[in-house]
């Protein structure tokens, strides 16, 4: 198997930050290949752990929406995720269903006594205490106002009562736990490499016009020949948060969840000591050779053990695994900016 199809220089990858502020960040990827780049807009996509309402108790609804109806809706509305690394998954939990070490209980009660009508908004949930940290659970409000989305709208007499419980989870079990609300990604702006056949009708150029990506690589010439072997080495990358995590943060997230993953390949293709064992064992991994340590050469250190299992080892700038090239995948300890 050919381990070298990443062909990179010796600065690794490059982040060149373009543009960034509270609800997005726009930056480019280079020095890696496209399916890095790809690996990482899917993970940011559907791995980022993040908060969402997953269960509602219905105490009292008399308004003209369904149950389900409100309950899906309350699932939708943002909550803050800001160190999510303090709450468990319900399923690492020892509760029976919920907690406060893996869940965050919100609490709303509205009822219209006027002639008008009422509406009731995200600002309206209330919190409850204990809960992992400060800031988990809290609803994102973004609007001037401060109200949040509208939940549900009362006439006179009508209320609603329910109690929300969020809980940790990613967007490939339900997109309410997606962290962005987009993630824009493009290379080879100007189709030198030519992965996409434009239709047209008469002219390409005035049918497709370039991107403002395309300022950032070089036009083709004319009468260029073809580089069969020229493979994208940038990448551009747009990214807009829905407010549960700031920008930077659901990038930095997308690398580390990359990083235990990989982590956790490598130890099942070099055997883990608690899998590893005699003919008589449970029969996953191989037994190690006598004085071999498991995943390594005699006495040497396999190297990318990580933090995130059980003995800690080497971390990187974002706080995830090592590999048996250094902290880094490139031997350098994190990101050049």
């Known amino acids: 198997m050919d381990y070298d199809t990443m062909d990179v220089d010796e600065v690794g990858p490059r982040v060149t930050v373009r543009e960034a502020a509270s609800d997005h960040v726009d930056f480019t990827l280079s020095n890696v290949d496209l399916a890095f780049a790809n690996s990482l807009r899917r993970t940011i996509l ?50 029976d269903q919920y907690c406060e070490h893996c869940s965050v209980t919100l609490t709303m009660a509205a009822r219209c006594t006027s002639d008008e009508i009422m509406k009731v908004y995200a600002r309206d949930l209330v919190v409850g205490e204990p809960r992992p ?139 883990d000591d608690t899998r590893n064992g005699d003919a008589g064992g449970d029969g996953f991994g191989g037994q190690e050779p006598d004085g071999m340590q498991a995943g390594g050469e005699y006495g040497i250190d396999p190297g990318y053990t990580t933090p995130y299992l059980a003995n800690g080892g080497q971390t990187s700038a974002w706080g995830g695994a090592a590999t048996p090239y250094g902290a880094t995948p490139y031997g350098q300890n994190g990101w050049n900016q």
Not at 61 to 89: C, M, W
Not at 185 to 201: G, Q, R, S, T
């Open 46 to 95: 559907a791995e980022v752990p993040t908060m969402a309402i997953d269960l509602v108790e219905i105490e009292a609804n008399t308004s003209v929406l369904a149950d389900e109806f409100i309950a899906h809706r309350l699932g939708l509305i943002p909550l803050n995720s800001k160190q999510i690394e303090d709450v468990l998954y319900t399923r690492d939990c020892d509760c």
């Open 133 to 271: 940290n400060e800031w988990v659970g809290n609803p994102v409000i973004t609007d001037e106002a401060g109200y949040g989305a509208v939940i549900c709208k009362l006439r006179k007499g009508q209320e609603v009562r329910m109690k929300c419980v969020a809980k940790k989870g990613i967007a490939k079990e339900h997109s309410k736990w997606a962290p962005t609300a987009a993630v824009g990604f493009e290379y080879d702006p100007h189709n030198k490499l030519k992965h996409v056949d434009y239709w047209y009708e008469e002219d390409p150029v005035k049918e497709w016009p370039k991107s403002r990506n395309a300022k950032w690589e070089e036009e083709p010439q004319d009468g260029e020949p073809f580089n069969y072997n020229a493979i994208p080495t940038q990448f551009f990358f747009e990214l807009e948060s829905i407010g549960n995590l700031e920008p930077d943060a659901v990038v930095q997230q997308g690398i580390k969840v990359m990083q235990q993953k990989l982590a956790a390949v490598l130890q099942e293709l070099a055997g």
